[in-house]
């Protein structure tokens, strides 16, 4: 083409040339992929430790970096990942509670679980400094 014009027009006659990118598309791929993410993320994370929690009618969404979990045994993990002493729970709050006086961890106990384990498990969170804490449970349908 003679004079360096494009032939990229707008079809509107005396229009001009097309400049602007057209994002929707980029949007809504984005979109589409952060919910692909969110979702798989939290199977993966449900599928962590198999513990089969009580089944409730009243529950709400909890957040947390910190998450203790009991299994039948006892068996204890901390952050998903198992823990042979008590006394290394207690000492990884405290040190937490020195970063995070707000920190809020989210106790997972199976129903298996006797109500004396759970129990020394709260203890311990408490005694290490935690003013709050919650527990996780299966959530049923209103009627």
Same mark, same amino acid.
């Given at each position: &083409?003679?004079?360096? /014009?494009?032939?990229?027009?707008?079809?509107?006659?005396?229009?001009?040339?097309?400049?602007?990118?057209?994002?929707? #598309?980029?949007?809504?791929?984005?979109?589409?992929?952060?919910?692909?993410?969110?979702?798989?993320? !939290?199977?993966?994370?449900?599928?962590?430790?198999?513990?089969?929690?009580?089944?409730?009618?009243?529950?709400?969404?909890?957040?947390?970096?910190? *998450?203790? /979990?009991?299994?039948?045994? #006892?068996?204890?993990?901390?952050?998903? *990942? #198992?823990?042979?002493?008590? /006394?290394?729970?207690?000492?990884?709050?405290?040190?937490?509670?020195?970063?995070?006086?707000?920190?809020? #961890?989210?106790?997972?106990?199976?129903?298996?679980?006797?109500?004396?384990?759970? &129990? *020394?498990?709260?203890?311990?969170?408490?005694?290490?400094?935690?003013? !709050?804490?919650?527990?996780?449970? *299966?959530?049923?349908?209103?009627?």
């Amino acid at each position: &083409m003679a004079g360096g /014009t494009s032939s990229y027009h707008d079809e509107d006659s005396g229009s001009g040339v097309i400049s602007d990118i057209n994002v929707t #598309p980029l949007v809504d791929i984005t979109l589409v992929l952060l919910i692909i993410f969110m979702v798989t993320a !939290r199977l993966i994370v449900s599928r962590g430790i198999g513990v089969e929690s009580p089944k409730t009618v009243a529950g709400g969404e909890v957040t947390s970096t910190l *998450e203790l /979990t009991i299994q039948p045994g #006892p068996t204890w993990f901390l952050n998903g *990942e #198992p823990v042979a002493d008590k /006394t290394v729970i207690r000492n990884f709050v405290a040190s937490q509670l020195a970063t995070n006086p707000e920190l809020r #961890p989210i106790i997972t106990a199976d129903k298996r679980v006797p109500h004396g384990d759970v &129990m *020394e498990i709260i203890d311990l969170v408490k005694v290490a400094g935690v003013k !709050r804490f919650a527990m996780t449970t *299966e959530v049923l349908p209103q009627e």
